[in-house]
């Protein structure tokens, strides 16, 4: 019998294989090339901060120097701005992780009718931008003596974190077994006590998820200490590096580099931090028994 006309044929295996090289090749190209476009400035920061004759273009440094680094470490360039980087994002991350953990605990642990449309209405809070709500912000904070306090652009960075930080903390104690704290219950815990206990060190990778998510947020917001800070000893980092760019478009791209340099090393130290405490992940396995 001959073969129907419109049969599939079957195709050898050196021909399936040759086609799986093709597309792992492409692939492979596709996923290199979205790498290069975060490496490149990356390099460029890197190689600017050490080239005497920084420009725009990524290249070798025709001259490796340290002058860019001496050139930006002075207290008003660098460490008073690093300083208050510091205390309003540290003290918006830490109000925001409470926040959230206290708020989340009720909707994680005690179903109610309401806790789907107030999940929802967080949901649509964290689809406003944040310029479209700078203005009534910025005349409350006039009205209650907020404006110009590192105070108001903390709570400010907490609110405007804390919706998402609610939901991602909701999603991590869900993962937490119940049947851990009614052990605790029983064994004539608090409610307080079985959070801060119980739930709260079991979904420590949780935490610091919100902790570092918040915190990077909160580090490179550069829109909201520009409109609520206006003295210049109260600014952070992320206002300040906008003096590198003068007047008539010239600046100074060795010093800018080495300030972005010095500028990403706190969050770079906190992931670090976090990924080595907390690399190890859920540890729940076997704590409840059938």
């Not at 006309?5 to 093709?22: D, F, Q």
């Not at 975060?38 to 390099?43: H, M």
């Not at 207290?75 to 510091?86: A, E, H, K, M, Q």
């Amino acid at each position: 019998m001959t073969t129907p006309a419109h049969s599939p044929r079957t195709r050898s295996p050196r021909t399936l294989s040759a086609r799986r090289t093709h597309r792992r090749l492409a692939a492979d190209a596709g996923l290199l090339a979205v790498a290069a476009c975060f490496v490149l400035p990356l390099a460029w920061v890197v190689l600017s901060s050490l080239d005497t004759g920084a420009d725009l273009r990524v290249k070798a440094p025709s001259g490796l120097t340290l002058g860019n680094f001496d050139a930006v470490l002075t207290p008003d360039i660098t460490f008073t701005p690093l300083l208050n980087s510091l205390i309003l994002c540290g003290g918006g991350t830490a109000l925001t992780v409470v926040c959230a953990a206290l708020a989340a605990y009720p909707l994680s642990r005690f179903p109610s009718r309401l806790n789907r449309p107030f999940l929802l209405t967080i949901l649509f809070a964290t689809s406003l931008p944040i310029t479209a709500i700078m203005v009534p912000v910025y005349a409350l904070f006039v009205q209650v003596n907020l404006i110009d306090t590192m105070q108001g652009t903390i709570f400010f960075f907490a609110a405007s974190q804390l919706p998402f930080a609610i939901w991602l903390m909701k999603n991590f104690m869900d993962g937490v077994p119940k049947e851990l704290e009614e052990a605790a219950w029983t064994d004539g815990a608090s409610t307080r006590q079985s959070l801060l206990r119980v739930v709260l060190p079991l979904m420590g990778p949780g935490v610091a998820v919100v902790t570092v998510f918040s915190f990077v947020l909160m580090w490179g917001n550069f829109f909201v200490p520009f409109m609520l800070l206006l003295t210049p000893d109260q600014m952070p980092a992320a206002v300040s590096i906008n003096e590198f760019f003068g007047n008539r478009g010239t600046v100074v791209y060795g010093e800018l580099a080495a300030f972005s340099v010095i500028y990403s090393t706190p969050v770079l130290a906190l992931y670090v931090l976090v990924a080595r405490k907390l690399g190890g992940g859920f540890a729940l396995g076997g704590a409840v028994k059938g």
